[in-house]
């Protein structure tokens, strides 16, 4: 059993509490991480407000870290100890009928099928004051040593920058996947991004990496437009600027509507609004953010007959095992710069000065 730190979601609506945990060794076919960076994404800031489906608390959150190998189950083949790799908050079992799906990255034993807050053999390796701890996605990375199933951890390149590449775990490959993956995004096309935080910045950059032409994010926080345009977007605006709805703004701008709009923020009206600016019939709208558990959303139907189409995205389509550790090599290769996206470095006992830097939209 180890003892270190980790993050604690004791209740929901409370801050984190920085604790001495205990982390159990891990059981056959479980691996046991020494996390060495994690990035907080808004989706662990919906677990802490609630509106995360399916979660138990007491739970550490956190799901786009990185780290190594410190020991492993029986049984485990494909790491060992001294490792690199990244937790995967998707699995990839390599057995159910969607991983044997060539064409689909959903794993039936991810979270929406069956909640993850326990590991395989429905018990926890955390405990706390005498009292288990749940897991979060099995990854559970606002803790120093986590453990979790071998097919929920990709073995990277030795070479990477863990501070750096915990960005791959969640938000960097969610945004810039949907562009690539989900949309298919084409050269010389038009693209809207609704949020441009670290997940719609990531989408600027799949939309720019396509050939996308003209590149339009849309963002309450206009201070969120420099790093934008530093990647890409050719036109920042917010819809504070204007007195009509936005998807009759960006109609206006590009004639008949974009040919690809993403919404990453996870709302209900601004996923409806995002429906409503690609063009009628070709246009395809990519739904990234997270709307809180239990929203519903009415439309006008005439919006998808017109030959629209709406999808949806699970961190970018990737089949997280087998792309992560390419993502890791292309990011190594500096096909892409995902360090833009770090805005702050901050220690695991600052943790929830990170979260309130992320509420302030920092
Ligand atoms: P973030 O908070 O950094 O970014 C959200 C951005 O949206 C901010 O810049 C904010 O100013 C902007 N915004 C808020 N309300 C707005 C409005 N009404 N109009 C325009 N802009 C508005 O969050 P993030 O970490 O980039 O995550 C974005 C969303 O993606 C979250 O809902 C998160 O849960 C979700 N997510 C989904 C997946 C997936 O697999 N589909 C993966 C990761 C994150
Ligand atoms: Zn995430
Ligand atoms: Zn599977």
Redesign the pocket.
């Given at each position: 059993v180890i003892r270190c730190r980790a993050a604690v979601a004791w209740a929901v609506g409370k801050p984190l509490s920085v604790e001495e945990v205990e982390v159990s060794p891990p059981k056959a076919g479980e691996v046991r991480v020494k996390i060495v960076a994690t990035g907080i994404?808004?989706?662990d800031?919906?677990v802490l407000e609630g509106c995360f489906p399916n979660v138990v608390f007491p739970v550490i959150p956190g799901h786009e870290g990185a780290g190594i190998v410190e020991s492993v189950g029986e049984g485990v083949t494909s790491v060992k100890p001294g490792d690199k790799v990244i937790p995967l908050c998707?699995p990839q079992c390599g057995g159910c009928s969607f991983c044997l799906n060539p064409e689909s990255n959903y794993c039936l034993k991810s979270h929406v099928s069956e909640p993850q807050n326990l590991l395989p053999d429905k018990t926890s390796r955390f405990t706390c004051k005498g009292k288990q701890i749940h897991h979060f996605l099995w990854v559970s990375t606002f803790a120093e040593y986590t453990v979790m199933p071998e097919y929920a951890v990709a073995k990277i390149d030795a070479a990477a920058p863990l501070d750096k590449v915990c960005l791959l775990g969640?938000?960097f490959p969610?945004?810039y996947g949907?562009a690539i993956n989900t949309a298919k995004v084409k050269p010389g096309s038009t693209c809207a991004i609704?949020?441009?935080?670290?997940?719609?910045?990531s989408v600027v950059m799949g939309c720019k990496a396509a050939g996308a032409s003209r590149i339009i994010a849309?963002?309450?926080?206009k201070d969120?437009f420099a790093k934008a345009k530093e990647l890409g977007a050719t036109d920042c605006i917010?819809?504070h600027d204007f007195k009509k709805p936005i998807q009759e703004v960006l109609t206006e701008m590009t004639g008949h509507g974009v040919d690809y709009s993403f919404e990453?923020?996870?709302?209900v009206?601004?996923l409806t609004a995002a429906l409503a600016s690609c063009n009628m019939n070709t246009g395809v709208c990519v739904?990234?953010?997270?709307?809180a558990s239990g929203s519903v959303i009415s439309i006008d139907p005439m919006l998808l007959l017109s030959g629209r189409t709406w999808k949806?995205?699970?961190?970018?389509g990737w089949k997280m095992r087998d792309c992560i550790p390419t993502l890791v090599s292309s990011y190594l290769e500096k096909k892409f710069n995902s360090d833009v996206l770090i805005s702050h470095t901050l220690p695991i006992a600052k943790v929830n000065e990170g979260f309130e830097l992320?509420r302030a939209?920092k």
């Open positions: 994404c808004r989706t800031d919906h998707l969640c938000g969610t945004g949907a609704f949020g441009v935080g670290g997940v719609g910045l849309i963002d309450i926080n969120k917010s819809p990453a923020i996870g709302h009206d601004t739904m990234v953010g997270l709307p949806g995205t699970l961190l970018g992320l939209g």
